[in-house]
């Protein structure tokens, strides 16, 4: 070993020690024990290090709980919207299916194995990543996924990373494949504050609201097209196609007579859970909740009137 690759480690003094730990006053008792008592009884400081060992190569500054909470925020992005609210929202236009919420692929351990294609819009200045390479590993885990579960009809892919495709030089909204039932879609775009997502700080309600909105109705589109429903062109409706955001914002959160006989017809033997008034009814009752007022106005009116028509 050359001894100018070795490095003077100095130990961390206890001051740089609690420093790392950080307050602890916040912690439930259960924890806040397990770090706080009987520290120097039970656990022994640092090695000194031997030549060669892994200190004296390597330069290891050392990370403290709060710094490593900073990294973990940037990597969850604050704005993103929740994704059990998309999902308890979306599980309503598909009666008789299930949605499940799979584990995180972090795409930092996910660059290890695959080839993200990531790389740094010249336009946003913001990284991006494939959307075909993130559709080759949902297919993969699809596949895995499978043998516990042959009913899986569809795999989708979320996220708050922008995407692009090769036969796209800018960035798509989102990439499908149809055939084996996989999509990958990003909610980037949807925030107004797009490309400065991270500087333009919190945003305000009404911002909120809305993107939550379009990320459903992203959402809620994408997996009508899975099960091989095309845009439509016949009413203003959830399944027509959107350019921008803005021509996405003059969408309606509902399905137009055509779409909605097709949903029913796509369902197959879940037709008899396929029951629209409980389905306008959950709807209206999720648009309550989240503030969508234009969409529970929508839902409301309608449901009158094929209630009022029933009783005829
Ligand atoms: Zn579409
Ligand atoms: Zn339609």
Same mark, same amino acid.
């Given at each position: 070993?050359?001894?100018?690759?070795?490095?003077?480690?100095?130990?961390?003094?206890?001051?740089?020690?609690?420093?790392?730990?950080?307050?602890?006053?916040?912690?439930?008792?259960?924890?806040?024990?397990a770090v706080t008592i009987g520290i120097d009884e039970c656990f022994l400081p640092f090695?000194?290090?031997?030549?060669?060992?892994?200190?004296?190569?390597?330069?290891?500054? %050392?990370?403290? *709980?709060?710094? $490593?909470?900073?990294?973990?925020?940037?990597?969850?992005? !604050?704005?993103?919207?929740? /994704?059990? @609210?998309?999902?308890?929202?979306?599980?309503?236009?598909?009666?008789?299916?299930?949605?499940?919420?799979?584990?995180?692929?972090?795409?930092?351990?996910?660059?290890?194995?695959?080839?993200?294609?990531?790389?740094?819009?010249?336009?946003?200045?913001?990284?991006?990543?494939?959307?075909?390479?993130?559709?080759?590993?949902?297919?993969?885990?699809?596949?895995?996924?499978?043998?516990?579960?042959?009913?899986?009809?569809?795999?989708?892919?979320?996220?708050?990373?922008?995407?692009?495709?090769?036969?796209?030089?800018?960035?798509?909204?989102?990439?499908?494949?149809?055939?084996? %039932?996989?999509? *990958?879609?990003? $909610?980037?775009?949807?925030?107004?504050?797009?490309?400065? !997502?991270?500087?333009?700080? /919190?945003? @305000?309600?009404?911002?909120?609201?809305?993107?939550?909105?379009?990320?459903?109705?992203?959402?809620?589109?994408?997996?009508?097209?899975?099960?091989?429903?095309?845009?439509?062109?016949?009413?203003?409706?959830?399944?027509?196609?959107?350019?921008?955001?803005?021509?996405?914002?003059?969408?309606?959160?509902?399905?137009?007579?055509?779409?909605?006989?097709?949903?029913?017809?796509?369902?197959?033997?879940?037709?008899?859970?396929?029951?629209?008034?409980?389905?306008?009814?959950?709807?209206?009752?999720?648009?309550?909740?989240?503030?969508?007022?234009?969409?529970?106005?929508?839902?409301?009116?309608?449901?009158?009137?094929?209630?009022?028509?029933?009783?005829?």
């Amino acid at each position: 070993m050359c001894a100018c690759s070795n490095r003077t480690f100095s130990p961390p003094t206890d001051h740089q020690r609690a420093k790392a730990l950080g307050d602890t006053y916040q912690l439930n008792d259960n924890i806040r024990r397990a770090v706080t008592i009987g520290i120097d009884e039970c656990f022994l400081p640092f090695p000194v290090p031997n030549e060669g060992d892994w200190v004296s190569i390597h330069e290891e500054p %050392g990370q403290t *709980v709060q710094e $490593f909470e900073q990294t973990k925020r940037t990597v969850s992005h !604050t704005k993103a919207p929740s /994704l059990e @609210t998309i999902c308890e929202f979306a599980c309503h236009f598909f009666p008789g299916c299930e949605l499940e919420i799979l584990p995180q692929i972090d795409f930092t351990d996910f660059s290890k194995h695959f080839q993200t294609g990531k790389c740094i819009n010249s336009y946003t200045k913001q990284p991006q990543y494939l959307a075909s390479s993130i559709i080759g590993y949902l297919k993969k885990m699809k596949r895995r996924e499978r043998k516990h579960d042959r009913q899986e009809l569809f795999c989708i892919g979320v996220t708050m990373a922008d995407i692009y495709s090769e036969s796209d030089w800018n960035f798509v909204y989102g990439l499908a494949s149809v055939g084996d %039932g996989i999509g *990958v879609y990003s $909610f980037a775009r949807l925030d107004p504050s797009f490309p400065d !997502t991270e500087t333009a700080g /919190l945003c @305000t309600n009404t911002e909120r609201i809305l993107v939550l909105k379009r990320a459903i109705s992203v959402f809620v589109h994408e997996v009508i097209h899975l099960f091989g429903i095309a845009h439509c062109i016949y009413y203003l409706c959830l399944m027509n196609g959107a350019e921008s955001e803005e021509e996405m914002d003059g969408q309606p959160l509902y399905l137009c007579p055509i779409c909605l006989r097709k949903m029913y017809a796509a369902l197959g033997k879940e037709k008899k859970q396929f029951n629209v008034i409980k389905m306008y009814t959950n709807i209206l009752d999720a648009c309550k909740r989240l503030h969508f007022k234009d969409e529970a106005a929508w839902y409301e009116n309608r449901l009158k009137l094929l209630n009022i028509e029933a009783h005829h």
